[in-house]
């Protein structure tokens, strides 16, 4: 067997510092290379182990991580990061000097990170190169003293739901509400991607089974194709970061809804336009740019009845399609559109949230929800293995139990049911 060996990364240098001159794999080119590139991947293979170990522990959320497995040359992201050695950036503002790499010209102009550093407010401890879209990158890892920028409308709060047809509907606290439209950059491409995707799929391609290598035509094709993806990338990077600096730069508060994107791209109708819309991706870049400010972002419960509350009146609708794009208040007969109502009545949870925890619907008062109420699942769960067919633990059933869906009982009226 294996002996065991801690995956740490001191551990894992040390041992490959004993071995990389004696072991035939690689005792004869190892010296070519920087040091930096093996460090790179001990401490990325020293992540990962310590990862999976937490997550079998319980102590990492998110999904379930497995074993660390090898990555093909073909499919990995090729990066190295450089810790020591001469790293810095040329007076010229134009060029960027490397360990082992040498001076290297820029494509953009580093004249704002070379001002911070001449004016000793900025010092680099690190560089990344990466492999990324067909370009090369470099990244500086910087200290420097950040200071905090002042919004427009500090005391202002800005509700924002976001949706496939709308991007963003936003609703701040001055009754003021805007709709930010959906730029559907991969839908506009959508064309042009099945036709270079057909001219991949007709050439000689690899085949990992049978050890087939791509031809030359294979590869062309496939860079070609891939130069689609990376300009809608771009684009949706682009329009994403502009969105969420705008509204960083307005207002002080901003309420977003924790939504369930994973569960949402498990959804074979809605998984492309989802992704295409980057949800994720604008609640993490309002969180951090809101951090810079020094502004709250504020999470809504999952479970709040957004969509379904009247924000006129706070009547709550026990069900509301999604087909249904037009909120109409049984109550007090208000009629606006779905998404703006949802985004006042997240503008509204701004006052009630509770300091420190920033989720919203999260109150020290204790909170009773009815049997049924909307702020819960509406759909009825798949029973169990062990329970019966109506759903009761050991196959239990009452004799008045109704053999319809109880999710079409209304909140206000009890079901009577006879004895017999």
């Not at 990389?20 to 794999?25: G, I, L, Q, S, V």
């Not at 450089?82 to 580093?110: C, K, Q």
């Not at 740019?289 to 419960?301: D, M």
């Not at 026990?318 to 208040?329: S, Y």
């Amino acid at each position: 067997m294996t002996l065991w060996r801690p995956w740490s990364l001191p551990a894992l240098r040390k041992e490959f510092n004993r071995v990389k001159t004696t072991d035939p794999r690689f005792a004869d080119w190892w010296q070519e290379n920087s040091k930096e590139a093996y460090s790179t991947g001990l401490s990325n293979a020293a992540a990962a182990f310590d990862n999976y170990a937490k997550s079998k522990q319980g102590k990492r959320k998110g999904a379930r991580v497995g074993v660390p497995r090898r990555k093909t040359k073909r499919k990995a992201r090729l990066a190295c990061r450089f810790t020591t050695g001469t790293i810095r950036i040329e007076p010229d503002s134009r060029h960027v000097t490397l360990p082992r790499l040498g001076t290297i010209r820029t494509h953009e102009p580093t004249i704002k990170l070379l001002a911070r550093i001449q004016a000793d407010t900025a010092r680099i401890l690190s560089a990344t190169v990466r492999h990324e879209r067909g370009r090369w990158f470099v990244s500086f890892h910087v200290e420097t003293a950040r200071e905090i920028t002042h919004v427009d409308q500090p005391d202002a709060a800005v509700g924002i739901d976001l949706g496939v047809k709308h991007l963003a509907v936003l609703a701040d606290s001055s009754g003021r509400t805007r709709y930010e439209p959906n730029p559907k950059h991969l839908d506009g491409a959508l064309k042009l991607l099945r036709f270079h995707s057909r001219r991949v799929s007709r050439r000689q391609g690899p085949d990992r089974r049978t050890g087939q290598k791509p031809s030359n035509r294979w590869e062309k094709a496939n860079r070609e194709r891939n130069k689609i993806h990376h300009r809608v990338a771009n684009l949706r990077t682009d329009a994403l970061h502009k969105l969420t600096t705008r509204v960083r730069a307005e207002y002080g508060t901003v309420v977003l809804e924790d939504l369930n994107v994973a569960g949402m791209l498990r959804n074979k109708r809605l998984a492309r336009r989802v992704a295409d819309a980057g949800f994720g991706e604008i609640r993490r870049q309002l969180t951090y740019k809101g951090r810079r400010n020094a502004c709250p972002t504020i999470v809504a419960n999952r479970w709040h009845p957004s969509s379904k509350t009247c924000s006129h009146c706070g009547a709550v609708k026990a069900k509301l399609p999604l087909h249904v794009r037009v909120f109409t208040c049984d109550t007090c007969g208000i009629v606006l559109d779905r998404d703006e109502n949802a985004a006042r009545n997240l503008v509204a949870l701004a006052a009630a949230c509770t300091t420190g925890t920033r989720v919203a619907g999260d109150q020290d008062t204790p909170h009773v929800s009815k049997p049924r109420g909307a702020d819960r699942k509406t759909r009825r769960q798949r029973p169990g293995r062990n329970t019966g067919r109506d759903g009761r633990a050991g196959g239990a059933s009452l004799p008045y139990q109704r053999r319809e869906e109880t999710g079409d009982r209304r909140q206000d009226t009890e079901a009577q049911h006879p004895l017999k």
